[in-house]
């Protein structure tokens, strides 16, 4: 098993659809993330989950909606999204934040390249 | 909130030369520093790091990196590009007790024949 995994790795979308993103890591950290990566951008930090709880929530839309329903699976639930949304979507874990059980290095899965028409 | 900048979003080497590869971070404190590279379609993958251990900080495929507290700089290093490094590179820098790191721009890497 690789450390984290994403599904689906490319997906294609209406204006109008729902659909979800899922990430699964088996490293056993307790801290998971959403980043949205778009071209010629910086990588945007969406959502942080610690031990299942958001601990960070950096001014997304409301048409993403992420799930934590225990610290190995996290998922990204897309409604109603618009052409900008359009990007590459990573999936990290850690072991906890920095300073505490570990330095806050990030484990990424390969990414879900979402197309939004 | 701590911060890093990537001088130049492009750089271009010949296939055999030095490569370098800029950071500097911004932080009252002595922070946590990455470096880590993006091949196309795919994830990010942790190169090395700096925990305020040795401040010439070894990681995979050949690169080094300098922790040098007086420039404030963590700068990225190899002494001979090879045609596989061609990358997008990121370095990030970690609040001292918070999740999350606060990554650069990026600089992309072109390796020539």
């Known amino acids: 098993e690789t450390g984290v995994t994403q599904t689906p790795r490319h997906l294609v979308m209406g204006m109008t659809n729902k659909k979800s993103l899922k990430c699964e890591q088996h490293?056993?950290?307790?801290?998971m993330y959403w980043y949205k990566q778009s071209a010629k951008k910086p990588l945007e930090l969406m959502f942080v989950y610690s031990l299942e709880e958001r601990v960070e929530n950096n001014s997304v839309p409301s048409r993403f909606s992420p799930e934590c329903p225990n610290s190995s699976h996290l998922f990204l639930h897309l409604h109603t999204l618009q052409p900008e949304d359009s990007a590459l979507y990573l999936c990290?874990?850690?072991?906890?934040?920095?300073?505490?059980?570990?330095?806050?290095?990030?484990?990424f899965g390969e990414g879900s390249r979402l197309t939004v028409l | 909130a701590q911060s890093v900048t990537q001088l130049g979003s492009h750089v271009s080497v010949s296939e055999g030369a030095l490569v370098l590869l800029r950071c500097n971070y911004s932080?009252?404190?002595?922070?946590?520093l990455f470096w880590y590279v993006q091949y196309p379609n795919q994830g990010l993958q942790l190169l090395l790091k700096?925990?305020?251990?040795?401040?010439l900080v070894k990681g995979i495929n050949g690169f080094e990196a300098e922790f040098k507290k007086s420039e404030t700089s963590f700068h990225l290093t190899k002494p001979s590009a090879h045609m596989s490094d061609a990358a997008e590179y990121f370095c990030a820098v970690s609040e001292n007790s918070g999740y999350a790191l606060n990554f650069g721009k990026g600089t992309s890497l072109l390796v020539t024949p």
């Open positions: 932080s009252s404190v002595p922070p946590y």
């Open positions: 490293l056993g950290h307790n801290a």
């Open positions: 990290a874990s850690s072991q906890g934040p920095s300073g505490g059980a570990g330095d806050g290095e990030l484990f």
């Open positions: 700096y925990t305020s251990a040795a401040t």
